[in-house]
């Protein structure tokens, strides 16, 4: 399940995936969706060891930014994932 996260004035859009494991460690995954002239721009990072799969149409600047501001968020991404969303974690 996809969980909304935050949506910027240029309609770029962060969501979250549930916690899941792999191995030991709890993981979660951050997508980064921007619409473009050409469709959409996307990426998706892995939590915790901030690894970037599938980037198709960001920069290397763009992706550093996003994973600032996701190290800047990542305990509230993980409060989020781990009570179902935004919607649920507002609702505690």
């Known amino acids: 399940m996809k969980y909304p996260?935050?949506?910027f004035p240029d309609e770029t859009v962060i969501t979250h995936s549930d916690i899941y494991t792999e191995g030991n460690t709890e993981?979660?995954?951050?997508?980064?969706?921007?619409?473009?002239?050409?469709g959409f721009a996307d990426a998706t990072c892995i939590l915790p060891e901030y690894s970037w799969q599938e980037v198709h149409g960001f920069s290397e600047e763009q992706?550093?930014?996003?994973?600032?501001l996701i190290e800047k968020g990542v305990h509230v991404i993980y409060k989020f994932a781990k009570q179902g969303g935004f919607g649920n974690a507002a609702n505690l």
């Open 63 to 68: 992706i550093n930014s996003f994973q600032e």
């Open 27 to 38: 993981k979660i995954k951050v997508y980064i969706e921007q619409p473009t002239d050409k």
């Open 5 to 7: 996260f935050m949506t």
